[in-house]
């Protein structure tokens, strides 16, 4: 056996031989059942938010059990935003949500999917380090699960790990495992988020996929200590029971979880249950303390927030198919969440198809706004109408953040119609552009060609220092800051001076003063920009600076 209490790869052990119940870590695992998108990922960053305030150390991981290394590779239109950590992860966004609940940041780590776990059986194979022996899903694969699952658990109470997916899919079969051979040696407990839907004509919930979903699970072994259900409206009695008595469950481990008007409600709807009170109870702890005041008063503001602020999102990843996308955006939507309710304002967002405003210009579809974001993107689509939105925000003072693509173009857009520069783009969609204005980062073009294109962009936390007297440094009230990167090009160096001959101001730039990190534009109520991607790390109880002061413009 190793530290981690996994046995060696040389071995066979199948799990069961070692069981021996340890005190640490304890899990709470988190399971889905019926269908995905139920929000899995507020249940358990829920659960781990309660029990941190209620006085443990708490870390929450995700399990991917998709192919992939990562979601970097991934489109956001199919798997929603890529979530960046402080130490270059491109993750899961789930991870995002569990460093909001938790306010803390969390390694890359914690995103643990079957490419990580199959591309290390497959390394040891090759090194001869399983002894000559067949190499097997179980125990093999299981246990570089089960190793992943307690590296990331190590040094805290309570560790609190979701798996993607539906059980039933073949795909996260090997996880389910994992957790079942977990179950028996340390200790546990396994939380089930289901569906219940209402049939209208009806006019009742039904039961039966729940019931369902549970009987599948138990094929893995696994019992559900706790069984959350999702609905539109709420779990009535009757339909309680029923869950309970087909289910073998106590009543009070049946969970109402009803559609809400914000997932920051959900810990305080778990209380009231006291959910968290009877998980701690099954761990063997008790609640120690209780620090959900802040957090309590942060709903409070949600509750007392009823002045508008319209926000638009402008961005490509607006619709996949006849659906509007809610995901591709999260991060940036939950800052402006943050920021709002801190002000105690009800923050009113709609994403806008940059695309669209090509075809009808920025006017028409941006006039309804108090103030316009344009987020991180990738490749050609839309980026005209990403130029024209920030083209308008510039001339008619309408207050402006740009994110990393969002910055680049507000570059390209201020050297085209104020430095005259004309066909200045970025090389990102003009490689032959006669003013490259934002160029590829010289490292990054060897890596593209060698397609090497999996975790190597510039990513994760960087300093920035910012300039004395701008309003970015006003904002942060500090020189030195850190925030999180993920991208391959940057402001051309060559540019920096005509484009400040003109006004623009670089606020900020990397240490070595060769990257541009900030910019903005005196004498315009808020036309501010980053690199870097500051959405990532704003928290409900600590909203990030520049997005309070967009906020606060866009009502100015
Ligand atoms: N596509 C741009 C780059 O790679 C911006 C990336 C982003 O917005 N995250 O530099």
């Known amino acids: 056996m190793n530290s981690s209490g996994v046995s060696s790869p040389g071995k066979r052990n199948n799990g069961a031989q070692e069981m021996s119940t340890k005190e640490w870590p304890r899990f709470v695992f988190v399971i889905g059942g019926v269908l995905s998108g139920l929000g899995k990922g507020v249940v358990t960053a829920s659960i781990a938010k309660v029990i941190q305030a209620y006085g443990y150390k708490v870390t929450a991981i995700k399990i991917d059990p998709y192919v992939n290394i990562d979601a970097g590779t991934m489109r956001p239109t199919e798997h929603g935003e890529v979530f960046v950590t402080d130490?270059?992860?491109?993750i899961d966004q789930d991870l995002g949500t569990y460093e909001r609940f938790l306010n803390m940041n969390l390694p890359k780590k914690n995103n643990i999917t079957t490419g990580q776990v199959y591309l290390e059986?497959?390394?040891?194979?090759?090194?001869l380090e399983y002894g000559g022996?067949?190499?097997?899903?179980?125990p093999d694969v299981m246990n570089e699960a089960k190793r992943r699952i307690l590296e990331a658990s190590q040094g805290y109470d309570v560790s609190i790990v979701e798996v993607g997916g539906t059980t039933g899919?073949?795909?996260?079969?090997?996880?389910?495992?994992?957790?079942?051979?977990?179950?028996?040696?340390?200790?546990?407990v396994a939380v089930m988020v289901t569906y219940a839907p209402l049939l209208k004509n009806v006019g009742e919930l039904k039961t039966k996929p729940t019931q369902h979903a549970i009987a599948k699970l138990r094929e893995t072994g696994i019992f559900p200590d706790f069984v959350v259900v999702r609905s539109e409206t709420g779990l009535d009695e009757p339909r309680r029971e029923k869950i309970a008595r087909s289910c073998f469950i106590p009543k009070d481990h049946i969970i109402d979880d009803p559609d809400l008007d914000s997932i920051y409600r959900l810990p305080l709807l778990f209380e009231e249950q006291n959910l968290i009170t009877k998980i701690l109870k099954k761990l063997g702890l008790e609640k120690r303390k209780d620090e959900m005041q802040p957090w309590r008063e942060f709903v409070a503001k949600i509750d007392r927030a009823k002045k508008p602020v319209r926000v638009g999102i402008v961005g490509k990843y607006v619709a996949y198919g006849s659906a509007e996308h809610k995901d591709v955006y999260i991060?940036?939507?939950e800052a402006i969440k943050h920021a709002a309710y801190h002000l105690e304002l009800k923050p009113e967002i709609k994403q806008v198809s940059s695309t669209e405003i090509e075809k009808r210009g920025a006017a028409a579809l941006l006039k309804g706004f108090d103030g316009?974001?344009?987020?991180?993107?990738?490749?050609?689509?839309?980026v005209g109408g990403k130029?024209?939105?920030?083209?308008?925000?510039?001339?008619?003072?309408v207050p402006f953040l740009g994110l990393c693509f969002g910055m680049q173009l507000a570059v390209v857009e201020f050297a085209r119609n104020v430095c005259k520069l004309e066909g200045a783009h970025t090389t990102e969609v003009d490689p032959d552009t006669p003013h490259p204005v934002v160029d590829i980062i010289p490292e990054q073009k060897e890596l593209i060609e060698k397609k090497m294109y999996g975790a190597t962009m510039r990513l994760g936390a960087w300093p920035a220092v910012l300039k004395e007297g701008t309003l970015v440094h006003k904002l942060y009230g500090k020189k030195e800051v850190s925030e999180r990167h993920r991208h391959r090009y940057e402001v051309n160096p060559k540019y920096v001076e005509v484009l400040e001959k003109h006004g623009l101001v670089f606020s900020g730039k990397s240490p070595d003063g060769i990257l541009m990190e900030f910019l903005e534009l005196p004498n315009h109520k808020f036309f501010v920009a980053t690199q870097a991607h500051p959405e990532f790390k704003s928290r409900p109880l600590n909203p990030h600076p520049l997005f309070l002061g967009f906020i606060r413009a866009c009502i100015e």
């Open 372 to 382: 316009i974001i344009v987020p991180g993107g990738f490749g050609t689509t839309g």
């Open 133 to 138: 022996r067949d190499v097997q899903i179980i």
């Open 331 to 333: 991060s940036v939507m």
């Open 87 to 90: 130490d270059g992860g491109e």
């Open 169 to 188: 899919d073949i795909e996260n079969l090997v996880f389910l495992f994992a957790i079942r051979s977990l179950m028996n040696e340390y200790p546990s």
């Open 121 to 127: 059986v497959i390394k040891r194979e090759r090194a």
């Open 387 to 397: 130029i024209e939105a920030i083209r308008y925000c510039r001339e008619n003072n």
